[in-house]
């Protein structure tokens, strides 16, 4: 019995349902994917029609099909098109599907270079002969088959792109446009939390940055109705939870270690755990991953459950072979922000600063990112938190880098007990 060829088709499937839901996104893949990527051909002929109809400025849903379609027996016939649109219920996943796509024609090419390896070693003239046939043999391969990191786009399919960036903001009517923070003067700075950018939030241990990157989560999941989902690689997702009950329940953390607890204090956690409980933030608790594990768990975590945000706490206990620590974090900066572009959704990723800052007495700066300038490149937003007097609650969010938006300073109250933070009295209505 001999295997079937490396495929999948519930990856081709979704991705032209993808497609037909949303057709504009198909000028993203005009140098990515081709009809030798699909195993079926019944779905190589209907991405070849809808390429048809896209470069000619036709509609690419269903009942347009079927007018386009010469011999509806090619496609696996009209209800067989109907079926791919019906069972594809979101096109946010688009970039995994085609990815699958692209690894599958690799592996079906090495599949069949195989064969043509072992009739080269059987016939060749010479051991040197050989070893450039096979070289050439595997090339070829991963030429026509790698999965893209980027390509060729044009300045027509860059402009449809912007154009739809552009109308959803308008239908905004001035409000936030990205993934919101929960805080009004941050989100007035920054628009909320865009797809496809990596935003650094740093500062020295103790400042609340896990803190406040979880009262955004929160307020994501449960205000916003949005999948988060979060790597924690220094606390445990028992340990956030905790936090997050602390801070919904208004009470305090020590209690909660402790059990000191009154009855309305339990009162007050039953109601907080129950939100929480329903929440969707999906959780990966490891004490260190490698970056390949990042991006397959991410990938996992959209396609399973369409997250909208994705969180890391930290960046410095991540790992990747390297040959120094500079190089080793320069490749996890760069998986985060290639991670963030793939699967098209912000990524908040927290890091440590240099104890620069602290030394020299001063607020942090982007030099005093650490371990790598990398980070500083990548990102598109980094913030700073600092507290300007010691022993005060208020906390100074410094906005150092704004790739598309202005620079500048919030101030938030952080109420450690709670490991909540808050928009200060003062400072309620100024962003209205």
Known sequence: MSESPPCCHKSESAFLGSLMLDPVRLGEFLHKIDANDFYDQRHANLFQVMLNQYKSGKPIDPTALHTAIKDLDTVGGIAYVCQIQDTTTTASNISYYADVLKRKRVLR????????IRNTLQGAESDEQALEDIQKLVRDVLDKGQVDEGGEVSAKDAVYEAIAEVEAAFGCTGQCVGVPTGFASLDLRLGGLHDGEMVVL???????????????VEHAALNEKLPVGVFSLEMTATSLMKRAMAGRSQVDSIKLRDGNLTADDLKKLTAASAKLAMAPIYIIEKSCISTHEFRNHARRMKSAHDIKLLVVDYIQLMSHKADSRTQEITKISNTMKGTAKELGIPVLALSQLSRASEQQDRPPRLSDLRESGAIEQDADVVAFLSQPEKNSRITDVMIAKNRNGPVGSTELEFIKEHSLFRTPKYEVGKAK
């Open 202 to 216: 740093a500062a020295r241990p103790s400042m609340g940055k896990t803190s406040l990157a979880m009262n955004i």
């Open 109 to 116: 090419e090495f599949n069949r270079a195989a064969y043509s």
